[in-house]
């Protein structure tokens, strides 16, 4: 580790008293924002993780869509899922293909979704920690949890497995795919404890994490989530550096960035917190491509789970940490630079109004996908735009350029190489997606 400077108090001070923030600093991350989880768990996960065992047809991973290569991003702006072939840009559906596979929202990256702050999951929080609910955690309706998961992470986790698009498949053609389509969770679930439970080294590790019970779903996800939270931990960046006393740790623009953000660009009004995130929901009208979550194309983001029409086109505030390395940006991957999705946040109206299809990285779906119901109907621009609760900032071009530095600032380089990186093989034998 490299030894951190440490900066003279004074000089700290007068630095921090020329940029005139609006908004206080974070205070710096420490050990103690994040559980301890011990390594024969981490390393169960890991291979989880990269196994296609948890699908339906054995033909996807959790991280054929969140991929260190891709900044545990698929670097899409709507992803493939089951049965498409490759990985991130080079994603392809098979010639022949009936369904389009095509994924409704932006994978997101998965950054620190360990640290005990992050309890409010996908980009409309179907999945969240709610005292009022069974286990203490809010799950979609029909997803009824059924042990005790120690964070909305590990409850999150076992949802993609009964997803047809991203990783069950379609009825017809697999058990849990079969389940799933008959509203019969609990057998989908016991289906895939049942796929992970035939490999032996798997059954083995399980027994000696849960006390030698057979496989159950839990077990794989408190596994997923410990993994999660090791490998995408990000929290020594430049500006962790800085929030810690190394006054040298930031160049000039990031720091002027950095006044900018916390100060007359607003930013920290909503992307608040160690994490740059209040975990709330606002509207900024980030365009809408792709299949939607509702019908039409639509996705009305926490309206969806809420049915509140205060919450129409509300989505949550995602953090920034390593937000250079996980374009395209936007509930739906909606713009393919910083730069863009930044300028868009400066005048959201005219961002949406302007907004080109081009713009978006979509994979060929062969003519099966409809990605522009939303856009092309002047009415739908409209109605998201109504809903905007985010004023223009103007902002000269050198201002937009510094935020943009600090941005950049949020990188942590040794997190984005990876931890443990991708394993070479996985105890089921099958392809590991690298
Ligand atoms: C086909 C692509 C795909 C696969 C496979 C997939 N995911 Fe995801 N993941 C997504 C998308 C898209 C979302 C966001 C969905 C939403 O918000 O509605 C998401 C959301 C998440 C989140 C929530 C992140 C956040 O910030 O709220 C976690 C955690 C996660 N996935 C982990 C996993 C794990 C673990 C697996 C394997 C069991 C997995 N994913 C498999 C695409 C995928
Ligand atoms: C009113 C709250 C709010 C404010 C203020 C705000 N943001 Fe955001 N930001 C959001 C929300 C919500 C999203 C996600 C929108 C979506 O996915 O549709 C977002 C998304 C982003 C993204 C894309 C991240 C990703 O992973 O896709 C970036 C970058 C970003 N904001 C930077 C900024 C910067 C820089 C500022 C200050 C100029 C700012 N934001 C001000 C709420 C806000």
Not at 23 to 41: M, Q
Not at 257 to 269: D, H
Not at 302 to 312: C, I, K, M, Q, S
Not at 327 to 345: F, I, K, N, Q, S
Request: glycine fraction near 10%.
């Amino acid at each position: 580790m490299r030894k951190w400077v440490t900066a003279g108090l004074a000089g700290f001070m007068s630095l921090l008293a020329s940029l005139s923030l609006a908004a206080d600093l974070p205070r710096s991350v420490t050990h103690g924002d994040f559980p301890k989880h011990d390594i024969d768990g981490i390393l169960l996960g890991r291979d989880l993780f990269y196994d296609p065992v948890l699908s339906g047809n054995r033909n996807i991973a959790c991280a054929t869509c969140h991929h260190p290569r891709h900044g545990s991003s698929d670097a899409m702006s709507l992803g493939l899922g089951e049965g498409a072939d490759g990985l991130g840009p080079s994603r392809r559906l098979p010639a022949g293909s009936t369904v389009p596979a095509r994924i409704p929202r932006n994978a997101p990256a998965l950054w620190n979704l360990g640290a005990r702050e992050f309890t409010v999951m996908f980009h409309d929080g179907r999945t969240m920690a709610d005292a009022a609910a069974p286990y203490g955690i809010a799950m979609p309706d029909g997803f009824a949890l059924e042990r005790a998961l120690p964070s909305a992470l590990a409850a999150q986790v076992i949802l993609p497995m009964l997803s047809s698009e991203e990783m069950a498949g379609q009825p017809g053609e697999n058990p849990v795919a079969n389940a799933v389509s008959d509203s019969r969770i609990s057998d989908a679930w016991a289906q895939i404890a049942a796929q992970v439970a035939t490999i032996p080294n798997y059954d083995m590790r399980i027994r000696r994490q849960n006390g030698d019970q057979p496989p159950h779903i839990a077990d794989v996800a408190q596994a997923l989530a410990d993994f999660i939270a090791f490998e995408f931990r990000a929290t020594d960046s430049p500006f962790d550096r800085f929030l810690a006393g190394d006054e040298t740790a930031l160049t000039p623009a990031q720091a002027r960035g950095m006044g900018l953000f916390y100060g007359a660009a607003g930013c920290a009004t909503c992307h608040s917190g160690p994490f740059q995130t209040d975990h709330g929901f606002h509207a900024i009208g980030m365009p809408q491509l792709g299949p939607g979550k509702e019908a039409g194309g639509q996705d009305r983001g926490r309206h969806y789970v809420t049915g509140d029409p205060a919450d129409l086109y509300r989505f949550r505030t995602p953090s920034l940490r390593n937000v250079a390395l996980t374009a395209p940006y936007g509930h739906a991957g909606a713009y393919p630079t910083l730069e863009d999705a930044v300028r868009h946040h400066l005048d959201p109206v005219a961002g949406l109004m302007r907004y080109q299809p081009a713009q978006a990285a979509l994979p060929d779906t062969q003519g099966l996908a409809d990605d522009w119901a939303m856009m092309n109907d002047p009415a739908q621009r409209i109605e998201i735009a109504a809903a905007i609760e985010l004023n223009p900032t103007p902002l000269s071009e050198a201002e937009l350029a510094d935020l943009l530095a600090f941005l950049d600032a949020l990188t942590d380089p040794a997190a984005a190489a990876g931890r443990l990186g991708v394993p070479n093989a996985v105890p089921s034998g099958l392809p590991v997606p690298r």
